[in-house]
């Protein structure tokens, strides 16, 4: 038997099922039963990358609320005003905040929505009731708390927004000296694997640049050694007219497209955002190398088209071997951390949807159909509305992974499912 029922489960409570937890609040509580199980003890988004000077790659307009309400009291505006920093963060006259910040906005949002949200709560499987002409479907979760127990809840809709996956370079493996980006800061306060005197860096865009300069200040004696498989760090594209790709409008374009006008879109604006990074961090970077020479101090080397081959353990070294286009070699170095920028895939549901999956058609390609309301194509066993936040990449577009509209998105799909319970 299942404990409880509800008109929406949300699977993840990130920024983007957050931020639908908002709408369906704007829209009245007492009409809409909704839950958020998390998995992870709290709300976090990219803890391992709140490094002090990283800042936001979006304008603070675009946050839970403002494109869809700009009325909200959850605006960053508004927790700005709330926090006593709103003439504060005026006078600084810049759009992009820190991600410190901006991860503090998203606490306070949540903070005010505890009635929503329950952690330590893993999704381990979906199903069909046995009653196969049901309009619901029934969430296995299972408690992370000592001694938790196992529960069913029934949901007409769930939306599934469990994130991207971190993404290795191909034969790297994860440990105590190799480390993916997302989990880069809080392993570095935490290190005890002694002085760090030899550091690598793999990857090209925002985060790698920003780890880098990160560890040129914090490790003053350490030679930090960027691996680029370009030959230099590309600058983002945030000009008014490619940011228009970001527009809501914009997915509308994406969607009704023909793959021809898909693909050109991906090809000429995927400089907005995949593997670039900001000016203000490129130059900051060229005027240390130029400092050092001027010193004769070198602790920063760029090591341009450079491809990472792999990472292996040598007594009580960690080995880098990599391939140098410009020289045609391959060749090896000693690092004693190797921090991989390399990235994430894109959020699969199926890792989600279980025995639900069979249910849900797929295009020529073996792509999700996804209708323009992120609701996934179902054949006519699955009447329960399955929703995606993010996964949408081949449908949506750009913005489907990004924060960019996750507003007028999570507005969007409340208001699908509102329209589809009226029609019940």
Same mark, same amino acid.
């Given at each position: 038997?299942? /404990?409880?029922?509800? %008109?929406?489960?949300? +699977?993840?409570?990130?920024?983007?099922?957050?931020?639908?937890?908002?709408a369906?609040?704007?829209?009245?509580?007492?009409?809409?039963?909704? $839950?958020?199980?998390?998995?992870?003890?709290?709300?976090?988004?990219?803890?391992?990358?709140?490094?002090?000077?990283?800042?936001m790659?979006?304008?603070?307009l675009? =946050?839970?609320?403002?494109?869809?309400?700009?009325?909200?009291?959850?605006?960053?505006?508004?927790?700005?005003?709330?926090?006593? !920093?709103?003439?504060?963060?005026?006078?600084?006259?810049?759009?992009?905040?820190?991600?410190?910040?901006?991860?503090? @906005?998203?606490?306070?949002?949540? *903070? #005010?929505?505890?009635?929503?949200?329950?952690?330590?709560?893993?999704?381990?499987?979906?199903?069909?009731?046995?009653?196969?002409?049901?309009?619901?479907?029934?969430?296995?979760?299972?408690?992370?708390?000592?001694?938790?127990?196992?529960?069913?809840?029934?949901?007409?809709? +769930?939306?599934?927004?469990t994130?991207?996956?971190?993404?290795?370079?191909?034969?790297?493996?994860?440990?105590?000296?190799?480390?993916?980006?997302?989990?880069?800061?809080?392993?570095?306060?935490?290190?005890?694997g002694?002085?760090?005197?030899?550091? &690598?860096?793999?990857?090209?865009? #925002?985060?790698? &640049?920003?780890?880098?300069?990160?560890?040129?200040?914090?490790?003053p004696? &350490?030679?930090?050694?960027? $691996?680029?498989?370009? @030959?230099?760090?590309?600058?983002? =594209?945030?000009?008014?007219?490619?940011?228009?790709?970001f %527009?809501?409008?914009?997915?509308?374009?994406?969607?009704?497209?023909?793959?021809?006008?898909?693909?050109?879109?991906?090809?000429?604006?995927?400089?907005?955002?995949?593997?670039?990074?900001?000016?203000?961090?490129?130059? /900051?970077?060229?005027?240390?190398?130029?400092?050092?020479?001027?010193?004769?101090?070198? !602790?920063?080397?760029?090591?341009?088209?450079?491809?990472?081959?792999?990472?292996?353990?040598?007594?009580?070294?960690?080995?880098?071997?990599?391939?140098?286009?410009?020289a045609? =070699?391959f060749?090896?170095?000693?690092?004693?951390?190797?921090?991989?920028?390399?990235?994430?895939?894109?959020?699969?549901?199926?890792?989600?949807?279980?025995?639900?999956?069979?249910?849900?058609? !797929?295009?020529?390609?073996?792509?999700?159909?996804?209708?323009?309301? @992120? !609701?996934?194509?179902?054949?006519p066993?699955?009447?329960?509305?399955?929703?995606?936040?993010?996964?949408?990449?081949?449908t949506?577009?750009?913005?489907?992974?990004?924060?960019?509209?996750?507003?007028?998105? *999570?507005?969007?799909?409340? =208001?699908?499912?509102?329209?589809?319970?009226? &029609?019940?």
């Amino acid at each position: 038997m299942a /404990d409880s029922v509800y %008109d929406v489960v949300g +699977i993840g409570f990130g920024p983007a099922n957050l931020s639908l937890a908002i709408a369906l609040e704007e829209r009245g509580a007492e009409w809409m039963a909704a $839950v958020f199980l998390e998995q992870q003890p709290s709300m976090g988004w990219h803890r391992g990358m709140l490094v002090p000077s990283a800042k936001m790659q979006v304008s603070f307009l675009k =946050d839970l609320a403002t494109f869809r309400n700009p009325h909200s009291r959850f605006s960053f505006v508004s927790y700005l005003h709330a926090v006593g !920093r709103l003439v504060q963060f005026v006078n600084n006259q810049d759009f992009f905040p820190t991600r410190q910040e901006f991860h503090a @906005y998203l606490e306070w949002a949540e *903070s #005010q929505l505890a009635h929503r949200p329950q952690y330590n709560a893993e999704v381990t499987g979906i199903r069909l009731p046995e009653k196969r002409d049901s309009d619901f479907v029934e969430v296995e979760v299972r408690s992370r708390l000592p001694g938790g127990d196992d529960r069913l809840i029934r949901a007409r809709n +769930i939306v599934i927004s469990t994130g991207l996956v971190p993404r290795m370079p191909a034969g790297v493996e994860r440990d105590e000296r190799v480390w993916h980006s997302s989990e880069f800061l809080t392993r570095f306060r935490t290190w005890d694997g002694g002085e760090l005197k030899r550091i &690598a860096v793999v990857g090209a865009g #925002q985060s790698a &640049a920003e780890i880098v300069r990160f560890l040129h200040d914090e490790v003053p004696g &350490a030679h930090i050694s960027a $691996v680029l498989p370009s @030959y230099g760090y590309s600058i983002a =594209d945030n000009t008014p007219f490619a940011n228009q790709v970001f %527009d809501p409008g914009a997915v509308d374009d994406y969607y009704g497209g023909s793959q021809q006008s898909k693909d050109a879109l991906w090809q000429y604006h995927k400089n907005t955002n995949y593997s670039v990074v900001d000016d203000e961090v490129i130059k /900051d970077l060229k005027r240390r190398v130029y400092d050092e020479e001027l010193s004769g101090d070198r !602790r920063l080397t760029f090591l341009r088209m450079t491809r990472l081959l792999g990472v292996k353990r040598v007594a009580n070294d960690t080995r880098v071997s990599v391939y140098s286009l410009l020289a045609d =070699d391959f060749y090896d170095f000693e690092a004693d951390l190797v921090v991989c920028a390399t990235g994430y895939a894109p959020m699969d549901p199926a890792r989600v949807l279980g025995e639900l999956d069979r249910h849900c058609l !797929r295009d020529e390609a073996g792509n999700y159909r996804v209708e323009r309301d @992120y !609701r996934l194509v179902t054949g006519p066993v699955l009447r329960c509305g399955v929703y995606l936040q993010g996964g949408t990449e081949h449908t949506h577009g750009l913005t489907s992974s990004l924060l960019s509209n996750i507003a007028v998105r *999570s507005g969007e799909i409340a =208001d699908s499912i509102a329209e589809r319970r009226r &029609a019940r």
